[in-house]
């Protein structure tokens, strides 16, 4: 017979939503859950606990729902500035690419992101990332794109990794250089994506680069350019994913999934075999439905064909000062639901086991499953598919990194 085993710590009196990949919609009552070295050492059915096992730390759930700790996959929540004038200008009836073709979006957060400094950009950008982990979040991914020359590309991933140093979250980084055409590379998009190439390897030696992004649109780079940047990620070996199919299909998602990338994002357009080519590439589709509500947009990513052809679709805030700033995970759950019409297991798998695909995590984070990381949020909700169905209310009553209960949040 095995000993009793000794826990760091167990949870009782919860209800678990496990959300695996292969089971999203199930369900554990009257569960419980045990943590040891940060990992889950158990979890199933409170009356199945096993005989004269003991904790050093025991939390009585009073009956709240255990889930994964949120991922929000998709973020740039580095950066300085805001532009709420952007926004009365669209409410004027200007559009979004007008506005970036005239200097201002992205290129307007790239002057405010250029003139801060590290402090400067690390305290502008804590509260929104303080707000992320107060709605569970205990995965962020974080983008560079708003520097655009090397120094200042640096310093935004540097801060990120700060971010992931000092608070109790995984950080994980994409260097997102190929975001917009700086004006001193005007006429010259080729010369800009090869001082991109050439940056690249420096900052991966750096340890500053996890993933490498780029935005593949009418506004921003071809398909050719991005893969020349694919093809210099590929050789150090980093993985990819992209912004494809915002405002028109260049051809993202084909290019993603020739590239076995980790996800296409947006995807408000995109063709049956670019939808192919995901499911092909085994890619996450990473839906932002905040930049849709923000940009008023009335298209749609084509849930229903990507939902037939087995595509993992991800759900993130795309937080970002323009076309999308909100640090809510629990405002896109909400969103993907009534603007893309997810289901909320969707979107709840979307924000989890899912998302943590879309980061190359899939065996670390993002579900209640044995050995992964004991990262959990506990809410007070009756069912799970409330965090869905309301708006401005949050109901995270405690959130564990790595097993460890969050104090400061
Ligand atoms: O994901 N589309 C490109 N990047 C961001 C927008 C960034 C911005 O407008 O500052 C996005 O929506
Ligand atoms: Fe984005």
């Known amino acids: 017979m095995s000993a009793a085993p000794a826990w760091d710590a167990l949870w009782r009196h919860v209800h678990l939503m496990p959300l695996t990949a292969a089971d999203p919609g199930a369900t554990v009552r009257d569960g419980a859950l045990a943590v040891r070295g940060g990992r889950i050492a158990w979890l199933g059915p409170q009356a199945a606990l096993p005989a004269g ?51 201002g979006g992205i290129l307007s957060t790239v002057r405010a992101t250029r003139a801060a400094g590290e402090e400067e950009l690390y305290a502008q950008s804590l509260p929104r990332v303080r707000n992320l982990m107060r709605e569970g979040v205990t995965t962020l991914e974080v ?131 670019g939808i192919a080519a995901l499911r092909d590439g ?20 084509p849930v229903a ?4 052809a087995g595509v993992p679709m991800a759900l993130a805030s795309d937080c970002n000062p323009g076309t999308s700033p909100m640090p809510s995970i ?33 065996n670390e984070t993002g579900s209640l499953e044995l050995g992964k990381a004991a990262d959990l949020a506990l809410w007070e909700v009756e069912r799970p598919a409330q965090l869905c169905a309301t708006l401005g209310i949050n109901a995270c009553r405690h959130v564990a990194f790595e097993g460890c209960l969050r104090t400061d949040q």
């Not at 085994?282 to 990513?301: D, M």
């Open 53 to 103: 096992a003991t904790a050093a730390r025991e939390h009585d759930g009073g009956g709240a729902w255990l889930l994964p700790g949120f991922i929000d996959c998709h973020t740039h929540v580095v950066h300085a500035g805001q532009r709420s004038e952007e926004f009365e200008l669209r409410l004027g009836g200007e559009s979004y690419e007008a506005i970036a073709r005239r200097g």
């Open 143 to 273: 983008k560079s794109g708003y520097g655009l020359e090397p120094e200042a590309e640096a310093r935004m991933l540097r801060v990120a990794r700060r971010l992931g140093r000092e608070l109790p979250l995984r950080v994980k980084t994409s260097f997102l250089g190929a975001h917009a055409l700086p004006p001193e590379y005007a006429g010259r998009a080729d010369d800009y994506v090869a001082m991109c190439c050439e940056l690249l390897p420096t900052l991966a030696a750096e340890g500053l680069v996890d993933a490498v992004d780029a935005f593949c649109e009418g506004i921003a780079f071809s398909t050719a350019q991005v893969e020349r940047l694919f093809e210099t990620a590929r050789n150090l070996g980093l993985p990819v994913k992209l912004h494809a199919g915002q405002l028109s299909d260049l051809g993202g998602a084909e290019l993603i999934g020739r590239f076995g990338g980790l996800s296409a994002d947006h995807l408000e357009e995109v063709s049956d075999a």
């Open 282 to 301: 085994g890619s996450v589709a990473v839906l932002l439905p905040g930049a849709i509500h923000f940009l008023r947009e009335t298209r749609r990513p």
């Open 305 to 308: 064909k990507l939902r037939a």
């Open 330 to 362: 629990l405002a896109a759950l909400n969103l993907g639901c009534l603007l893309l019409g997810l289901t909320p297991t969707e979107a709840l798998a979307g924000a989890t086991c899912h998302a943590a695909a879309a980061l190359g995590l899939s």
